[in-house]
């Protein structure tokens, strides 16, 4: 990476901390008191700024299809493949529904200023190194969704800095199976050519397809164990889709 050509985007990216600031109290507040529904206003208010300034600055675009699949309110899992760092600001720009935050590598809760915000959204750390912290991260996500927060669990476990998806685990989709709410698959391409591609923060077009929910509660067993291959045939399937219509149209 060059260091001296990411100095332009890393202060673009300080410069957006201030859509975060003035929600932070709102949000402490209402998780203070005990006021989900309160601090999910507030989180949601603060993501969905963000997320619109980020892209706007850095001139990338967000193409949604299937926006009716999005559901009305949460919780929910959307579950998707992992090209790059700016999965996290399409996520916010394309989904302005409801609140959600993502469960993320531990690295990520150590970047300066933003590692904090990170969690504070109700984001869920995983140490990949460590199966039982793992695990006892995994249960907090649960208790969060319980509570009514959405979360975006990317089953390839690290970024694929590049069009093709990596192999999913079969084991991150209990966050949404042990509460018994409705995974939304959803596939992206592009994000890659927006930071991994080119070494630093550039604009991009990113494409997205949501698809239909699949309800989780009452599952079977059987149907629980056939969910992975199912969940990551959608998405896969449909980053292919993306990619072809990519390329018929760079050939037009």
């Not at 695990?135 to 959405?150: H, P, T, V």
């Not at 970024?159 to 209990?174: I, M, N, T, V, Y």
Request: charged letters at 25%.
């Amino acid at each position: 990476m060059n260091i001296i050509a990411n100095i332009p985007g890393g202060i673009k990216m300080l410069s957006c901390l201030k859509h975060l600031r003035p929600n932070r109290q709102h949000i402490e507040a209402a998780r203070a008191a005990g006021d989900f529904e309160e601090e999910r206003k507030w989180i949601l208010k603060s993501t969905a700024t963000w997320g619109d300034h980020v892209m706007d600055l850095f001139g990338s675009t967000v193409t949604v299809h299937g926006e009716e699949n999005i559901p009305e309110h949460g919780p929910v899992v959307f579950v998707g493949n992992h090209q790059g760092y700016a999965d996290i600001f399409s996520y916010f720009k394309a989904f302005q529904k409801f609140q959600f935050a993502f469960v993320a590598k531990k690295e990520l809760r150590e970047i300066p200023l933003y590692g904090k915000w990170i969690e504070r959204i109700r984001s869920v750390f995983i140490e990949r190194d460590d199966p039982r912290a793992s695990l006892e991260a995994i249960n907090r996500g649960i208790e969060y969704i319980k509570d009514g927060f959405s979360l975006v669990i990317f089953p390839e476990g690290t970024r694929s800095k590049g069009p093709d998806p990596g192999e999913f685990q079969k084991g991150a989709l209990k966050l949404a199976t042990k509460p018994g709410v409705p995974i939304v698959p959803v596939s992206l391409n592009g994000s890659y050519k927006m930071f991994e591609e080119p070494g630093h923060l550039t604009g991009a077009h990113i494409e997205m397809i949501v698809h239909e929910p699949i309800p989780t509660e009452g599952l079977s067993r059987k149907e629980e164990k056939a969910l992975p291959e199912i969940v990551e045939k959608i998405i896969v399937d449909g980053v292919r889709q993306l990619q072809a219509a990519e390329r018929e149209a760079d050939h037009e």
